[in-house]
């Protein structure tokens, strides 16, 4: 075991968009008992990737959707202001793992990494990837690692804040905030697809990110006063910014 693997698994002894119902879960059997929260998985996590060895289950609500393909094989779940995102590698994601339904995550065997500030879980990398995990890449994988709690759906309420707000703890979870502006940086054009820079009042700044593949990437980004909403991410080239991983274009919403 890694010394990253043999501190997190002494610091747990110590503490002691919805289609189609194909992915239904399975009404006889329930969902493994939660042995640690996903705030306990970003306090652990020492900067490097490594394989959990240990019976770890963490619970939470999923928050986002792969519907509208900004979410590429991926969704996010958070519980108590904490978020993760698994690395599935399947598609229609949203079918099986609906916004708003409560799902376990049992992590071992899986491997805990983190990119743009977003707690990630997956396989370990390649040697020399690049990647902080690997997908997970399979259903019947996938359907080990996650178990969905029944039919009932909680919508997820975004955590509203402000730019100077925002803490890298915060990154993983879906987030509101507003109004801003979008202030273009050259006269490239103003689709969705890729970054777009928005401002307060006050000149702080966000950017949005959206795939070029996203269903809505071409649509032209509002001018005026908006509130985003979106999974919260951050990039640390340059001087650093947050980032919101929108899920559709109803994140932002013109007021």
């Excluded at 779940?77 to 339904?101: R, S, T």
């Excluded at 899986?110 to 390649?126: H, I, K, T």
């Excluded at 795939?211 to 990437?217: D, P």
Aim: charged letters at 25%.
């Amino acid at each position: 075991m890694s010394p990253k693997a043999t501190f997190f698994a002494a610091a747990l002894l110590a503490a002691g968009c919805y289609d189609a119902p194909y992915g239904t879960p399975d009404a006889g059997g329930q969902p493994p008992a939660r042995t640690e929260t996903i705030a306990d998985l970003r306090t652990l996590y020492a900067g490097e990737t490594f394989r959990i060895d240990e019976e770890i289950t963490v619970e939470g609500i999923v928050t986002s959707c792969d519907r509208a393909q900004n979410f590429y094989r991926t969704f996010c779940i958070e519980e108590d202001g904490a978020g993760i995102e698994i690395m599935a590698g399947i598609d229609q994601l949203h079918n099986d793992y609906p916004v708003g339904c409560r799902v376990s995550l049992s992590l071992k065997g899986l491997a805990l990494g983190e990119s743009r500030g977003v707690l990630q879980v997956g396989r370990m990398p390649e040697a020399g990837s690049g990647y902080a995990t690997d997908y997970i890449g399979s259903k019947p994988a996938l359907d080990k690692a996650v178990t969905r709690h029944g039919e009932t759906l909680q919508t997820p309420e975004p955590a509203r804040y402000g730019i100077r707000d925002l803490t890298p703890s915060q990154c993983g979870t879906l987030v509101c905030i507003g109004p801003v502006s979008y202030l273009p940086e050259d006269l490239s054009g103003s689709s969705w697809a890729g970054y777009k820079r928005f401002t307060d009042e006050e000149g702080a700044e966000i950017y949005t990110y959206v795939r070029t593949y996203a269903r809505f990437a071409d649509d032209e980004v509002p001018v005026g006063p908006v509130m985003l909403t979106g999974i919260l991410q951050y990039d640390e080239a340059g001087e650093g910014r947050y980032m919101l991983k929108l899920r559709d274009e109803s994140d932002c919403r013109k007021i």
